[in-house]
C-alpha cells in the first residue's frame, strides 16, 4: 500500500511538490515585477531629462532656435512609443487601472507634464480637430492645459479646458487575460491615422487578439460608398475613446 500513487505517502509527496513549484512561481513572478518597476523607473527618468532639456532650449537667449524634427524621425519616434508602451500585468483577480487601454482616465484625473494627450484645437481654416499633443502645464485656478502640438515644437500653443483633453493609455490591455479593457467590435473611437498627427473619427474592425497586435480600424470617409475607409491597424497606444455618437 505505501508504494501505491494514491497512499497517503505519495499524496504528501505530490502536495510538497506543488507547494514548492508554487512558492518558485510566486518568487519568479516578483522578480519579474520588479524588474518592469525598474524599467518604468528609468523611462520616467529620461523622460524627464528630455523635458528638462527641452524647457532649458526654450528659456536659454543664446542658442538659435531648434529646428522643427523631420516628419521621418518623428512617426519613427510615435511607432516606438507605440511599441514600448508597457504591458499591465495584474495579479489574479486584479482589475485593470484607469488609461489602461480603453478603460478611462478618474473624472478627477489631472496629465502630467510630457504626457501625451489628444487635443481639440481650431484648425486654420476653423474647422475644429483631435491633434497628437504634449502637455505643457495645468493651471489649476482656470481647470485648462497649455498643450503643444507635437507637429509643431517649438510653434503655435494651445490654451485648452479639460474637456478638450482626453489622456491616451499608458499601458496595454492584454487581451488574454483582460478583453474587457478593449474596445469592441463596431464601437466609435478617436484613433490617430496612419502617418499622421491627426485623430479621426473610426469603427472599430478588429480588436487585438494578443497583446502585441493593433486595432483594425474602418476610419470615416465619405470617399467610399460605404463611408468608411478600407481596415487599417492602429496601436492602442493611439486609440481613445469618442464621446460624440452621432455620425459627422
Not at 502630467?112 to 504634449?134: N, T
Amino acid at each position: 500500500q505505501l508504494n501505491h500513487p494514491s497512499s497517503p505517502y505519495y499524496r504528501s509527496k505530490l502536495r510538497g511538490l506543488y507547494t514548492t513549484a508554487k512558492a518558485d512561481a510566486e518568487a519568479e513572478c516578483s522578480i519579474l515585477r520588479h524588474a518592469l518597476d525598474k524599467i518604468a523607473e528609468i523611462k520616467s527618468l529620461l523622460e524627464e531629462r528630455r523635458i528638462a532639456a527641452r524647457i532649458a532650449g526654450v528659456n536659454s537667449n543664446g542658442d538659435p532656435p531648434r529646428k522643427t524634427m523631420r516628419r521621418g524621425v518623428l512617426m519613427t519616434l510615435l511607432q516606438q512609443s507605440a511599441m514600448t508602451l508597457p504591458l499591465w500585468i495584474g495579479k489574479p483577480g486584479e482589475s485593470p487601472p484607469p488609461l489602461c487601454g480603453a478603460t478611462p482616465a478618474s473624472t478627477d484625473y489631472v496629465a502630467k507634464q510630457g504626457d501625451k494627450v489628444a487635443a481639440r484645437v481650431k484648425a486654420v481654416e476653423g474647422d475644429e480637430q483631435w491633434i497628437l499633443a504634449e502637455v505643457v502645464s495645468y493651471n489649476h485656478s482656470t481647470n485648462k492645459y497649455e498643450v503643444d502640438d507635437i507637429d509643431e515644437e517649438g510653434k503655435e500653443r494651445h490654451t485648452l479646458s479639460r474637456r478638450r483633453i482626453i489622456p491616451l493609455p499608458q499601458w496595454k490591455a492584454n487581451p488574454e487575460t483582460d478583453p474587457e479593457a478593449l474596445f469592441s467590435k463596431d464601437q466609435l473611437v478617436l484613433a490617430l491615422y496612419p502617418q499622421t498627427t491627426c485623430f479621426y473619427r473610426a469603427l472599430i474592425h478588429t480588436p487585438p487578439h494578443r497583446p502585441q497586435d493593433d486595432y483594425s480600424v474602418l476610419f470615416e470617409d465619405t470617399s467610399y460608398p460605404d463611408g468608411y475607409s478600407p481596415p487599417l491597424n492602429v496601436a492602442q497606444r493611439y486609440v481613445v475613446a469618442c464621446k460624440e455618437n452621432k455620425k459627422k
